[in-house]
């Protein structure tokens, strides 16, 4: 049972066009162990949005489904919280209050006022934004918006985290601060991720396995890497470590070799 | 002190007004004459040629009324304005004290005797119609929101509700008032019919026209507010599972308030407008029936109090829109954003 923790079972989507359907995606077979971080990978355009999107239940899969702990799930929930991309925060609410509307709907029941204001609390200073709790979004920087993301999807105690690109918007420096930051919160947490990126530094940094997607129409998955390097990971030891290299190798063979990008054509 | 009253200014509005505190309080002047120069003494300079301009062209005019009335002439008609409703407070106060001093003396010779209270009814002054007016836009203005904005949100939320209602808003929208009236008129007679009104038939008459007039750009503009929220913060919403009621208080209206806000004020101007035609064409009390009195009256000093009229007229018109600005400052949660 702990080995099919979530389930992509033969997920097709197509998406009605003036030109008629549209397959985006082709059959996406994919399990989960709890506890696993998973990234997907591959060119622009290619799917992998749609397919955490379906996860998500924002969209819903022509054919085939998603099994989460033996229960099929079509609708949007807080059991898989999702940090997008550009960070999604409420503008008018301080960091404390958008946390505590995901807060205040997922523990209505469970928690009461001071318990809530405790674990909001909780997850701001895990993302190590305890000090400006009380800001609104146009007030802190983009790496901190981010940050503040991430807390809300964890205060959400999500069975399975969804990010999509969730550094793509920060400078090197920052993104690199934020990746060690969830390194640390999903070795202390076991959280089961899925990951979209298109950095194969962060996707090798960070992953159990990356899942490599062929570019669409109809994408599917072209490989599968299981990355075996021992956590925790350090980016500047890791970066003169050969198994690791070899890891990036496979990765780029597979997205500037294999599956050109489209555009290039 | 200085801080808090600086910032009141700044929240109300009138930031105009903070470079002439700094420089009272002579703080940096340098840099607050620099400011004044181009906020104050610009519009000054303007004004000033606007004004010789008036007096030059006005004194080439004449009329059936005799000479156009410049500047001088409106300025003095505006002190004469105030003048009479001074006087007309005087009389209405000695016209009380007279009744009282007349009961209590039939109450003195024999205490059972039935004494009448009557109310004073002197024709409205200048000023009386200006509240007039004033009361009347802004009853007629908060009737067209309170139905506005509910059913712009409505409309905004589900894409067939506002398929299904879009082509009746749009062909009322562009109607004049003055059709709306002999309806609204009719309509108000046959409906308000009660021994004791608590409003007057013709206010009833003159707040419903305006509110029929400013329904429309609030409900436009919040319904395009409300279908234009971010598709992100839909799914955030979706994902969280937030009951539709409190989908729309935390994301839906504060993402829409920008809209919302150019709707009102574009509504309260309509409306302002709206109202002033409204009382002149019905004959209800209010700016625009001193003007068509005055019109109609056709004295020598008629021109320039209807000028006098038309100035107040603007000036109220653009308080009111301050003041809603006023509320967007409060109520908006992008303080980044310079609202104009």
Not at chain 1, 31 to 54: A, D, P, R, W, Y
């Amino acid at each position: 049972m702990l080995n099919r923790y979530l389930e992509l079972s033969k997920v097709s989507i197509e998406f009605p066009t003036d030109q008629g359907p549209f397959k985006a995606l082709d059959e996406i077979d994919l399990i989960l162990k709890q506890g696993e971080f998973v990234s997907l990978i591959g060119h622009s355009g290619c799917g992998k949005s749609t397919v955490l999107n379906i996860v998500a239940g924002l969209y819903q899969a022509t054919t085939g489904g998603i099994i989460l702990e033996n229960k099929e799930v079509t609708d949007p929930g807080p059991d898989r919280a999702v940090v997008f991309q550009n960070h999604s925060l409420l503008p008018w609410l301080t960091a404390y209050e958008n946390v505590e509307l995901a807060v205040k709907q997922v523990f209505k029941k469970d928690k009461n006022a001071a318990e809530m204001k405790e674990w909001i609390e909780h997850n701001l200073t895990l993302v190590h934004m305890d000090h400006a709790m009380h800001k609104r979004p146009s007030e802190i920087s983009g790496g901190m918006k981010q940050r503040v993301g991430i807390a809300r999807a964890l205060a959400m105690q999500p069975k399975v985290l969804l990010m999509d690109e969730p550094f793509g918007a920060l400078d090197a420096l920052t993104r690199a601060h934020l990746q060690d930051s969830l390194m640390e919160i999903q070795a202390d947490l076991n959280s089961t991720v899925i990951m979209i990126t298109h950095d194969v530094d962060e996707a090798v940094l960070l992953s159990d396995r990356i899942v490599m997607m062929t570019n669409g129409p109809a994408a599917r998955i072209g490989e599968i890497l299981e990355i075996d390097l021992p956590r925790p990971r350090n980016r500047v030891e890791i970066s003169d470590n050969v198994e690791y290299n070899h890891y990036r190798h496979e990765v780029l063979a597979f997205l500037y070799e294999k599956q050109r990008n489209p555009a290039d054509h | 002190m200085k801080e808090t009253t600086l910032k009141t200014l700044e929240k109300i509005g009138f930031t105009a007004l903070i470079p002439l505190i700094k420089l009272l309080m002579w703080d940096e002047p340098k840099k607050q004459i620099v400011i004044l120069s181009s906020r104050i003494l610009l519009p000054a300079v303007a004004i000033a040629l606007f004004l010789i301009l008036w007096a030059g062209v006005s004194s080439q005019i004449n009329t059936s009324l005799g000479q156009l009335p410049g500047p001088a002439q409106v300025w003095e008609q505006s002190t004469s304005l105030i003048t009479e409703h001074q006087l007309e407070q005087e009389k209405k106060a000695a016209f009380y004290e007279r009744q009282e001093a007349r009961n209590a003396k039939k109450l003195a010779i024999n205490p059972d005797a039935i004494v009448r209270v009557r109310t004073y009814t002197g024709a409205p002054t200048f000023i009386d119609q200006i509240f007039t007016s004033i009361i009347t836009v802004i009853v007629g203005f908060l009737i067209a929101s309170f139905i506005a904005i509910p059913l712009g949100i409505f409309c905004g939320l589900s894409e067939k509700m506002n398929n299904a209602l879009n082509p009746i808003f749009q062909i009322f929208k562009p109607v004049s008032p003055l059709a709306w009236l002999p309806i609204v008129t009719m309509v108000v007679s046959a409906v308000y019919v009660t021994d004791d009104p608590m409003f007057a038939k013709s206010f009833v008459i003159s707040a419903i026209t305006v509110s029929l007039c400013c329904l429309w750009p609030t409900l436009l503009n919040t319904t395009v507010g409300v279908a234009s929220v971010e598709s992100d913060l839909i799914n955030v919403s979706r994902v969280l599972r937030l009951h539709w009621f409190t989908h729309t208080i935390k994301i839906v209206v504060p993402s829409s308030i920008p809209m919302m806000f150019t709707g009102l004020r574009l509504s309260m101007g309509t409306g302002w407008m709206v109202l002033i035609a409204t009382e002149m064409l019905a004959q209800n009390p209010g700016l625009g029936k001193f003007v068509w009195d005055e019109f109609q009256n056709g004295s020598s000093n008629s021109l320039g109090r209807i000028m006098v009229a038309v100035l107040v007229i603007g000036l109220i018109g653009f308080i009111l829109d301050r003041l809603l600005m006023t509320a967007q400052r409060f109520v908006s949660w992008d303080k980044n954003v310079e609202i104009r």
